[in-house]
């Protein structure tokens, strides 16, 4: 079954971890007089922590959408009794949990600092009624995964970073290639080096089909099988689905304003996403990337008249990760990215506006008429990013559509629908870009603001927008360790993306 991020849900198990007295007694650990140091006080007590306890994961972490487990109760007693069973209660939900959240009482320490070295899961405090530091700072030190949070609202920034962290670890990408698996011949050149490291470093996994096979499959299965695959029974397109995308494509043309394409031509490009979305629910995938100009070269884009274009688009709408170009790091920064911001993220080839000798170098596919009244001051710090996988969905996967319009990708013959957006009614708008670097030891996060939006009435990969960095000459130098693409999404997530990279083990750039 394929998975969007909208798919990924975080288990939380709750702990509290109780300490009681068995007898009346003063001394330098009493701190109260009365029935309050009386044996059953402290359950009685400890009850009402309980309760306030749940409350919390209840507002602050079930709000975020995590599945929050049974809570687990243990108690220590001042016989200082560490028992086998304590841990057996508490870790018989780790396979299936993802982060811990603890509340410990003075006296019950020494079990909780075991526990969080028992279990290789993150584990985080209540943070505002413990003993914190008492605990984190010795399991920290012995190799714990402690996530020190601050309040009650950093409990909840952290399940949304490690709902990311999931996205990415048991992630499958769906790769087509045409050459070979892990880079093409043009295109994304600078992506992942290795993708056993990707595997190994980030959990990724990936799933392959031929690029000519997965084309094959755009056509009813004739009786004696494709031609690349004579005799066996593949997941072609189907009548039935063949129908869909007529529909479908009456449905995305009356939407569109304006709508520059023939109806055959929408229909070959969602011929093409249907197939794609059939093989990602085949081998259980969150994401997708084809070669676009290995492809290209086949002829068989030209022959089919249909592009991959809208299909990445209508993935990302939808929560899939979709990257053009066979560029594997933006699919896993795409999932990061969208998990986080619960919004669509889109890629384009990013580049600097270049302002030399009292003159603005507009990158490639910038249209002037589009930014001419931009000054050369203003353009000192600019960048640009241009595509044409644009979707509904940039403002929240889950908000209303876009207002969008339809497009062609090949000027002469028109096949190829693209989808339009109309970025300059986004100016003003915060967007967060990042890319992991082909060797998995860096990421860079990058904060910017839209512009102006550029190219919507054109046809081919020209849609996109330029926007505002706090420094163009450093990201530049920066970028250039990177990679072409920058994916992003609309909001400012740098932050939890700078946590999340130190927990996959990179290092964050920040520009």
């Known amino acids: 079954m394929k998975r969007s991020v909208t798919d990924i849900k975080l288990n939380v198990k709750p702990l509290f971890i109780g300490f009681e007295h068995q007898y009346y007694y003063e001394g330098p650990c009493r701190m109260a007089g009365g029935d309050a140091i009386k044996p059953g006080f402290d359950a009685i007590v400890q009850g009402k922590m309980l309760k306030g306890f749940l409350a919390n994961i209840e507002k602050y972490v079930a709000s975020t959408g995590a599945h929050i487990l049974e809570p687990t109760i243990v108690r220590g007693t001042d016989d200082w009794d560490i028992k086998d069973a304590y841990f057996e209660e508490m870790l018989a939900d780790d396979q299936k949990t993802d982060l811990y959240v603890v509340m410990s009482n003075f006296g019950a320490n020494q079990i909780l600092v075991e526990f969080c070295c028992r279990t290789n899961k993150p584990v985080v405090m209540n943070p505002t009624k413990s003993f914190g530091a008492m605990s984190t700072a010795p399991a920290l030190r012995r190799g714990a995964d402690i996530l020190p949070a601050f309040d009650w609202p950093e409990v909840a920034r952290y399940c949304a970073i490690l709902r990311a962290e999931k996205a990415i670890r048991t992630a499958n990408i769906l790769l087509a290639p045409r050459f070979d698996s892990t880079t093409p011949k043009a295109g994304g050149n600078d992506s992942f080096v290795c993708l056993s490291d990707v595997t190994r470093k980030l959990g990724t996994h990936f799933r392959h089909v031929n690029v000519h096979e997965l084309m094959d499959m755009m056509s009813p299965l004739p009786e004696e099988g494709n031609v690349t695959t004579p005799g066996r029974d593949t997941p072609n397109i189907t009548p039935d689905e063949l129908e869909a995308c007529s529909k479908m494509a009456d449905e995305l043309m009356a939407g569109a304003d304006p709508c520059i394409i023939d109806k055959p031509f929408v229909v070959k490009s969602l011929i093409a996403w249907t197939v794609v979305q059939k093989l990602m629910d085949l081998y259980d995938c969150s994401g997708f990337t084809a070669p676009c100009p290995d492809a290209c070269s086949t002829r068989r884009l030209n022959e089919q008249q249909f592009t991959f274009c809208l299909a990445h688009s209508l993935n990302l709408e939808q929560g899939f990760a979709s990257a053009c170009e066979y560029d594997i790091t933006s699919v896993v920064c795409m999932i990061a990215e969208m998990a986080l911001s619960n919004s669509a993220a889109y890629m384009g080839n990013t580049l600097p506006v270049v302002v030399t000798e009292n003159h603005i170098e507009w990158p490639v596919n910038v249209h002037e008429e589009d930014v001419a009244g931009i000054s050369l001051e203003e353009a000192a710090n600019l960048y640009s990013v241009i595509h044409s996988t644009p979707c509904r969905k940039l403002h929240g996967l ?114």
């Open 398 to 511: 889950e908000a209303a559509a876009d207002e969008y319009a339809l497009r062609h990708f090949a000027y002469d013959q028109g096949f190829g629908a693209i989808q339009r957006h109309n970025f300059t009614a986004d100016a003003g708008q915060k967007i967060t870009l990042c890319r992991i670097s082909p060797t998995l030891d860096e990421m860079l996060i990058v904060e910017g603001e839209i512009v102006a939006g550029t190219g919507f009435d054109t046809d081919n990969c020209n849609g996109g927008f330029v926007f505002k960095v706090k420094d163009t000459r450093d990201l530049f130098k920066k970028q250039m360790r990177f990679g072409l693409h920058l994916p992003l999404v609309y909001g400012d997530i740098a932050d939890d993306l700078e946590e999340l990279a130190k927990r996959l083990g990179l290092n964050p750039i920040r520009a």
